[in-house]
């Protein structure tokens, strides 16, 4: 008798118990397709809705007539929904070279963000034992002809050299541009080639600003001035589980300024607080003997008293730094990318060198259409 009791009393705890701390969401889904199937994922971490990446839970339904669709059994609280439309049938999301979504979305709360997701605009608070309901409308995120955004964007660095307090820095238009493969975001452009959602190789090119012009400082007269350029190269970049990202390029001058190039290696790590995503970079640099030479060294016919010929030499440098970006509406977003760059003995043991960090930033506000 005290087993069957037991037993009952367990079977109590699954079927009541159990079904207490859950809730049910009734979705209606409109612009669905004609047929195939639809994916619900829901989200209760902000990183990974941020990334649309390890959903709390996901129910995959045929595409219905009446298009609405009943979830059960959810943990209550505060949820974000995202709905897409697996048209291959793959059981993924399906993004372009840069992670945006290619398949037709929809997110609760009827957000559609223009950069990476909010989970405190999509979110909504799910009771629990109760049955909940939302509408919802699938659209493509990139529409037919990619996402433009304009405004306007200054990047900056520190000088480390010898008797100089000056920053440079430039004002730019800031230019957006996020297509199927094409990623245009200030002075950085990348175009990718070959790849998934996660592992890509890609073409990039980034504006430079110039190091330094020699009224800047009297160790530095007599050197001429260091001119902006152009550097392109190639990269690979894998965006990994927990919005853990890696970022390889190598990018050569092709303006001929200085002949020569750079490779970095950059990891980071994304966050989400509210409507900020944010996240903090390490990286390694490596410069050829002609771009550390350009911006640190003193070449013979330059020496003088009190400024001795120095050959930097090829050489690596070390950053770390903090990017972030904060939606302000579903249109306008301000983002912030600052760094600072580690020069070791190489460099700082020039002559014309005084701090062994630089420090550089890129920020910009723009509209989004």
């Excluded at 649309?52 to 929904?81: C, H, Q, T």
């Excluded at 793959?90 to 290619?102: C, E, M, S, V, Y």
């Excluded at 050299?161 to 920053?167: E, H, L, Q, W």
Aim: glycine share 12%; charged share 20%.
């Amino acid at each position: 008798m005290k087993k069957l009791i037991a037993g009952l009393c367990f079977i109590y705890t699954l079927c009541f118990v159990g079904t207490a701390s859950s809730a049910d969401l009734q979705v209606r889904v409109s612009n669905p397709p004609s047929d195939g199937t639809l994916v619900f994922q829901i989200y209760d971490n902000p990183d990974a809705f941020g990334d649309f990446r390890s959903p709390r839970k996901e129910f995959r339904m045929p595409v219905n007539p009446e298009g609405v669709y009943r979830l059960d059994s959810v943990a209550p609280g505060a949820i974000a929904l995202l709905v897409y439309a697996d048209q291959n049938n793959n059981q993924a999301l399906d993004r372009t070279f840069i992670g945006i979504p290619k398949e037709p979305i929809a997110l609760s709360n009827g957000y559609r963000p223009k950069g990476p997701p909010s989970f405190q605009r999509a979110s909504f608070y799910l009771a629990e034992g109760e049955v909940s309901s939302i509408d919802v409308e699938l659209y493509q995120v990139l529409g037919e002809s990619g996402q433009w955004g304009v405004g306007l964007g200054v990047i900056a660095r520190s000088s480390p050299y010898v008797g100089s307090d000056a920053t440079v820095a430039q004002v730019i238009p800031a230019i957006t541009y996020f297509g199927e493969r094409l990623q245009w975001v200030g002075p950085s452009l990348r175009y990718g080639l070959w790849g998934s959602d996660t592992l890509r190789v890609a073409v990039n090119a980034t504006y430079r600003i110039g190091a330094y012009e020699e009224d800047d400082s009297p160790i530095l007269v007599g050197l001429g001035d260091r001119d902006n350029t152009l550097m392109a190269g190639v990269g690979l970049v894998y965006d990994g589980p927990n919005q853990v990202d890696v970022d390889f390029r190598y990018q050569h001058d092709v303006l001929d300024r200085f002949g020569g190039g750079t490779a970095a290696l950059r990891v980071s790590k994304g966050f989400q607080n509210g409507n900020i995503s944010w996240g903090p970079s390490l990286g390694v640099n490596w410069m050829s003997s002609d771009l550390a030479n350009y911006d640190f060294g003193v070449p013979q016919w330059a020496a003088i008293v009190g400024r001795p010929a120095y050959d930097v030499g090829s050489t690596v440098t070390l950053e770390g730094g903090i990017g972030g970006m904060l939606e302000i509406t579903e249109h306008w977003r301000l983002v912030i990318d600052i760094n600072a760059e580690y020069l070791g003995d190489d460099i700082a043991d020039s002559p014309i060198v005084d701090d062994d960090y630089v420090l550089k930033g890129f920020a910009a506000i723009t509209y989004t259409f």
